[in-house]
Each structure stands twice: as structure tokens, then as C-alpha cells.
């Protein structure tokens, strides 16, 4: 398994947006299936000690996947998203907003826009993902909230789940 995996972390406070480039040692239709597929998404999805379980997910533009962050003393924490584009094997976007169980929205937060690029790169797959949010102030709170570091955990977990593909 390589362990050298790109992966660029930037923050745009101008755009208030993050930008995410990581590496997979994996061909594209694995990487693509692990971020599009319940059963994959929620084996990685969540930073350990957290578990992702996804109540419903339609992968189609309009639909969703309503999902909890279940910690080990069982809280969850509820969030979906809601697709807006998809390019199969190519690209797909998503608003992120935190719910309660039934995916009614909670205000406190507002909502992150992804776009998600898929590319393969001889035996990797290049993801260049840009999350954006509508103020500085609202994804200041994200990354306080240990974004990157949650999120550089689960791409780790997603490394171990496509070697043992």
C-alpha cells in the first residue's frame, strides 16, 4: 500500500471555501463506488471513534442521504445531503446540512456546498473536492470543530477499505 498519498489541505477565507486534494491507490470505479454506495460510504465516512449510519440515501440529483455521526456513547448526530449534480464517474454536488433524525433542518449551522471531482492518474484516483459555505464566519466554526482533521482520519479509514478490495 503506498503510504506517500497526496493530500493538500487549503483554506480560502476570501471564497469561504476549503479545498481538499487527496490521492487514492486505487482505480476509479472503487473510489467512485466507496463515495456513492451506502454500504461503503458508511464503513469510512465517519472519523474513528465514530461510526456513519445511513437511515435512506438516493444517489440521484434530488435526492438525498440522511445519515448519523454515531459516537461510542451512542449520540448520534444527524446530517444530510442533497445532491444537485451528478456526472457519473467524473463529478457529483451535494449540500451538507446538519438535521435532526427526520432531516429537518437545524438553522444554527446553514449548509456546505461540495463539488467533488474524480479523476484517475495512472493507478490512483485523484479527488479534488471544494466545500464551500455561505460565510467566513460559518466555516471558521466547521474547521474549530476539527474538520480537517476528522476528515484526514476517514480518508485514512477509506484507504484501508480500497486495499482490501
Known sequence: MKTDLLMNFSVDK???RVSVKREFDAPLSNVWSAWTEPEILDLWWAPAPFKSETKNMEFK???RRL???VGPDGAERWSYFE???ISPKTNFKHSATFSDSEG???SEFGSSFWDITFSEQGTSTIVDIVIKRDSFEELQKII???FKEGFTS???GL??????K
Open 14 to 16: 476570501e471564497n469561504k
Open 61 to 63: 440529483e434530488g435526492g
Open 67 to 69: 445519515y448519523a455521526m
Open 83 to 85: 445532491y444537485s449534480s
Open 104 to 106: 429537518n433542518p437545524n
Open 144 to 146: 474549530e470543530m476539527g
Open 154 to 156: 476517514a480518508m485514512q
Open 159 to 164: 484507504d484501508k477499505i480500497l486495499a482490501e
